[in-house]
């Protein structure tokens, strides 16, 4: 296949035929990662729950329960529920992880710090929205799609998410200047 034809490649896919789910993957690999990325602060991590991903997607076609209409949708609704079930586990069983890196010798020290604690601040705000507004944001910001992509991936219309990313830039805000001002 020279141009990358999704309905093709959904009828191909229920056969799992090796070279279709081979293009699946180098298709949609760097978007699934993306979503992913946006959403848990950890490159190793992303990577392992996007590949996850493509397991569920051979999985769920071998039990004749994969995408029938869209397999970029069903793999961002995938990634969306991992991620989530891994914040779920993550917030039962909080873990906190040592850098294995130094801090190089030519940075300055404070500049380094600064932006890890905003890192650490803008990460405790994110994990106080719902799943729906933290799935918005990284459909908008994550994954850079328009509001009627977004819309659509959504199954909402593009006024709603409009409301919906108004509501929570708004309480992004506000947990920032709580989290900062105390």
């Known amino acids: 296949m020279t141009e990358f034809d999704d309905t093709q490649a959904l009828t191909n896919l229920q056969n799992l035929d090796s070279q279709i789910v081979g293009a699946i993957y180098d298709r949609y690999f760097p978007e699934v990662y993306r979503y992913v990325r946006y959403r848990v602060d950890d490159d ?12 569920e997607l051979l999985e769920a076609v071998n039990k004749r329960r994969g995408p029938q209409t869209s397999l970029k949708g ?3 609704a995938a990634a ?3 991620v989530n079930d891994h914040l779920r586990k993550q917030y ?3 873990v906190s992880e040592l850098s294995e890196s130094m ?7 404070s500049t380094c710090v600064d932006s890890r604690e905003d890192a650490r601040v ?3 705000a994110l994990t106080l929205l719902t799943e729906e507004q933290q799935h918005v944001l990284a459909l908008r910001f994550g994954q ?4 009627e992509e977004t819309a659509t991936r959504m ?15 708004a309480s992004l805000q506000r947990q920032i200047g709580e989290v900062i001002h105390g």
């Open 122 to 124: 803008m990460r405790a």
């Open 92 to 94: 039962r069983r909080p």
């Open 74 to 76: 069903w793999l961002i």
């Open 155 to 169: 199954e909402k219309n593009v006024n709603a998410v409009k409301a919906l990313q108004f509501r929570a830039l």
């Open 103 to 109: 801090a190089d010798q030519n940075s300055d020290i």
């Open 44 to 55: 190793q991590l992303a990577e392992d729950l996007a590949s996850d991903v493509f397991m």
């Open 80 to 82: 969306s529920n991992a």
């Open 144 to 147: 850079g799609y328009s509001l």
